[in-house]
């Protein structure tokens, strides 16, 4: 009996030896007239999971399967194969007798990852397993790179990205993530159009980079002879249509970072965001929670996730904490009765060094809390309620203007969303855009720049609003326990090979 399964990796040797072998086959089979690669179409019936799902209706049926040959098992006269398509596999069973002399001869001749189209009937083996008989068989794509069996270490971890094609052929667990993915955000969508929002698109091309503290991406329009900027955020365009009365809307869409890679960050991910006219920031803490809910309910079919050995429970009933009842809890420090001297005091006798020109009461406040707290933020927490500093598109709070209405998400320690009640008074945003001007001059290079078109929508009128931020690649790798953001983005950003 001999048995062809994807073998162990090859020597560079073998290797070579293995990819002239398959070149030579696709050359008799040209020779012959039966390149594979004028095939031009296959009409299939089933897909394989289908066929197992529904085994009780299909057997003594015909079908017709196209998939991927993972595996070849050849046994005199006849032989077994596994087929792949998008959903699962399915064993064929090949006899000579039923396909006859010289397309078993053919079969015989097929290399592991060679892509099939079948027809034959669905039955069972005596050992129990759910098969097709195959009938007739047509070569429909010739495989000519070996498959590995599976991708270990560093150096293979790093090919897995590069070619991702590969790693969807080989790795269940790899598919299965990236139909979650895509199940994730048509729930997204699912979720927002059942409340009543409206799905836009806004420019991904900019002249002015706005709506996050980030380092955008810069290009150059030729015929307008100007730089412009990748979007950092949908944030401004977005708001311009509450003033236009759209007062329900969001966009998910590809967001363009210039700035550094690592397991929880890529330069162009996806987010959604949307806005809502006549709510605040808790009326978006209450839709980001339910938005959640239902998400893990439609895709997992549960609110417990365990995510790198840690249960989160997403269900409802999210710890609400403000950022300075967070300070005092995890660094035993209480901003709310302190000024700004005696803030920088107890700063600095807990070692900790403010940038130049970032020493004010709330700046010191956000230290704090970056340095003591987000690590333990495990379970889904909203922490509200940060300082105006931070905040250059937020709402104050009527009841301490230190302040804004202002939240973020933080779950395992990392942050998935940020929502303010949007700011809609264009005197105070044009001052806050002043400061992050002067920002700007002295070396910031991620702070919001003067955006006199966004001013003159808000003296215009903006209702009341609340706005919400989400990052779906980080949503994404906590429902399905992924490590890396390189995990849930089918084509990750990667440095070129030399």
Request: aromatic share 8%; charged share 30%; glycine share 8%.
């Amino acid at each position: 009996m001999a048995n062809e399964q994807m073998a162990a990796e090859p020597t560079q040797a073998e290797l070579n030896e293995l990819l002239r072998i398959r070149r030579e086959k696709l050359a008799q089979l040209q020779e012959t007239g039966k390149d594979p690669f004028t095939q031009v179409r296959f009409d299939r019936t089933h897909f394989t999971t289908f066929i197992k799902e529904h085994f009780d209706q299909l057997e003594g049926q015909t079908v017709r399967l196209a998939g991927r040959m993972m595996s070849k098992r050849i046994m005199g006269k006849a032989s077994f194969a596994d087929l792949s398509d998008r959903f699962g596999r399915l064993q064929l069973y090949c006899k000579r007798d039923v396909l006859g002399e010289d397309a078993y001869k053919a079969f015989k001749k097929l290399d592991i990852g060679d892509l099939l189209g079948v027809e034959g009937t669905v039955f069972r083996t005596q050992k129990g397993e759910i098969s097709v008989m195959v009938s007739e068989m047509t070569l429909l794509s010739k495989n000519l790179i070996p498959l590995p069996e599976k991708w270990h270490g560093l150096k293979d971890t790093d090919m897995r990205y590069r070619q991702r094609y590969v790693d969807l052929i080989v790795s269940p667990d790899v598919r299965d993530t990236f139909e979650k993915r895509s199940k994730i955000v048509r729930e997204i969508r699912n979720f927002m159009d059942s409340r009543g929002f409206m799905e836009v698109e806004t420019p991904c091309l900019n002249t002015i980079p706005g709506g996050a503290a980030a380092r955008p991406f810069i290009t150059h329009h030729n015929a307008l002879d100007i730089d412009m900027y990748m979007r950092i955020a949908t944030e401004l365009h977005l708001k311009r249509l509450i003033v236009g009365g759209l007062e329900q809307v969001y966009e998910i869409g590809r967001i363009f970072r210039n700035e550094g890679m690592d397991t929880r960050h890529n330069p162009e991910f996806t987010t959604i965001e949307l806005y809502q006219a006549y709510t605040d920031y808790h009326g978006m803490m209450d839709i980001t929670e339910d938005m959640v809910v239902h998400v893990c309910e439609k895709v997992l079919g549960t609110t417990k996730v365990t995510y790198q050995g840690t249960e989160l429970d997403f269900s409802k009933g999210w710890r609400r904490l403000t950022m300075a009842d967070a300070v005092k809890e995890y660094a035993g420090l209480d901003f709310m009765n302190m000024n700004g001297e005696e803030a920088l005091a107890a700063v600095q006798a807990k070692g900790l060094t403010p940038e130049k020109g970032k020493d004010s009461w709330g700046d010191l406040l956000a230290l704090c809390y970056d340095a003591y707290v987000e690590e333990n933020l495990i379970q889904p927490t909203f922490i509200t309620d940060y300082p105006v500093e931070i905040s250059p598109l937020a709402k104050r709070k009527p009841s301490d203007p230190r302040l804004t209405e202002r939240f973020e998400c933080f779950v395992y320690g990392r942050e998935l969303c940020n929502a303010f009640s949007e700011l809609n008074d264009p005197i105070d945003q044009r001052g806050r855009f002043e400061r992050q001007a002067q920002l700007r001059a002295a070396g910031d290079d991620e702070a919001n720049m003067m955006d006199e078109d966004f001013l003159t929508a808000l003296e215009y009128g903006m209702p009341p609003t609340g706005g919400m931020g989400m990052g779906i690649d980080r949503l994404v790798m906590f429902l399905t326990d992924s490590a890396s953001i390189r995990d849930v983005l089918l084509f990750p950003t990667m440095k070129p090979l030399d």
